[in-house]
């Protein structure tokens, strides 16, 4: 199996053709000639046949990149042992075409039937009925006219698109080879067309018409048998991908495999894809009208009208878009209406202020940030003898010191070991802060809110536990300030006071991790030969897998709990 460069075939003159939809992903396998992407010019879309069969192993493009033939759309693990083989006479003509792009037109021995019909029309420059035929559409035989884009009386410029004609494979729209005004079409919807056939006359300046294409293409292209069934549409005649104006490249699409995810483009025309993108429609969300359910361009304009009375709403305002929608809704079902009173005697509150707060913060960061908690135990049977020691030394100064101060100082040793938990998230980019500011989650009659202990790493456990008093103190009392409750690098919930073993702690965005810490209690430790009775504190730390991974966090959570086992390590 060897590693294959897939690249976009010759389409025509057609450059930067933007990509709206890619068909394949890495390690999908595919066929050849199976559909790899979707692009899209301002007159036609089409869809990129791959050269090879295999595996996707790595995919070059995305939505939205601009393409030119050569551009590599993908490497594949090719398993077949060379690109789609087009018949010979037909590879011979690729090849020609590349060769020779820029051929200058010698006197044209003959003209696509287009031009040929523009010119019956009369002298030079007066106005004359021109009549418009279907130029070179390849080997498509009987097209069925699925859209007409112009009426009677209507002013059309040179190369704007009259018709749009479908064949089970590709949808192409017919540009005018005249500018003037339309006398007649003489074609209807659901007609089925071929080359040459006359689609429109109108009233213009001959002078106007399209010029012809280099006529080596066309020479070439008189000179070479048609393609057979099997290789129309692997790849562009030369002829088509000079002469055709823009329809040709739509000509050159592989044969659409219906068990390829190609299934999932919506069945419309390139103009109305135009347009629904213009209005932003979301096109796979449209009911089609058209014939085999295509989309037109009336359809488009009612699902907007929809939409617009409310009768509709796109999966984008119900919800679906998740992230995209600003996190506006999950595509779920609608909050449950109970009548509680039916069931018993209920009361209503208002929710606090803080509480209205709060909750929409909370959700929104619940559910944007991609949470992951690590459980873990830390031993503080020798910190917690030295806290009570302390507290017994203190006792006249008033200064009590629990076990959160010293899980303050701690944490700050361990966001300076592992600082990305000690940032947040811009964009593409982490900011990685160089001060510890750490918030403490208090409870209040009036809900929590989180007080933030400013440099602690500049701080001792006797003035963390001072100040977090006092922020307690006014947290509870509804006296805290905005300022008290901002810059926070990085939070610890402590529910230690109140009991339980581990919980899973929302992360306080735009911080990253939150340490939560529950009840500690005496347990027996196996200490290699004997179980020894250990006070040993849960340790929950959230942290946002956008920024951190699991690796990180267990050791973070693993220096927390050796610290915490023996403090001494934070001279270290
Ligand atoms: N294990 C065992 N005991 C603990 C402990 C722990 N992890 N943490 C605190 N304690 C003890 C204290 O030592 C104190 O005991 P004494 O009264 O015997 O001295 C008692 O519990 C009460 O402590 P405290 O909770 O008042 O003090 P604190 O510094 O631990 O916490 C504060 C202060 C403001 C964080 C806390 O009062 C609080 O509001 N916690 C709730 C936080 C919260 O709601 N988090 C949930 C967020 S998600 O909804």
Known sequence: MASVEVKVPDIGDFKDVAVIEVLVQPGDRIKPEQSLVTVESDKASMEIPSSHGGVVKELKIKLGDKLSEGSVLLVLEASDAGAASPAPAEQGRVGAQASTPAAPAPSAPALAPAQASARTGGGESQPAAIEVRVPDIGD???????????????????EQSLITVESDKASMEIPSSAAGVLKELKVGLGDKVNIGDLIAVIEGAAGESAAPPPAAARAEAAATPAPSPETAGKAAPASQGRAGERILPTAALAPHEPAAPAGKLPHASPSVRKFARELGVPLEEVRGSGPKGRILQEDVQNFTKAVMRGDARTQMAAGKGGAAAGGAGLGLLPWPEVDFAK?????????????????PNLHRNWVMIPHVTNHDDADITELEAFRLQLNKENEKSGVKVTMLAFLIKACVAALK???????SLDGEQVVLKRYWNIGFAADTPNGLVVPVIKEADRKGILQISTEMSELAKKARDGKLSPTEMSGATFTISSLGGIGGRYFTPIINAPEVAILGVCRSRTEPVWDGQQFQPRLVLPLSLSWDHRVVDGAAAARFNAFLGAILADFRRMLL
């Open 417 to 423: 070991q592992f600082p990305e938990f000690n940032s």
């Open 140 to 158: 498509f035989k009987d097209v069925a006219v699925i859209e007409l884009l112009v009426k009677p009386g209507d002013a059309v410029r040179l």
């Open 343 to 359: 069931f018993g005697p209920v009361e209503r509150k208002d929710l606090s202020r803080i509480r209205k707060i709060a909750g």
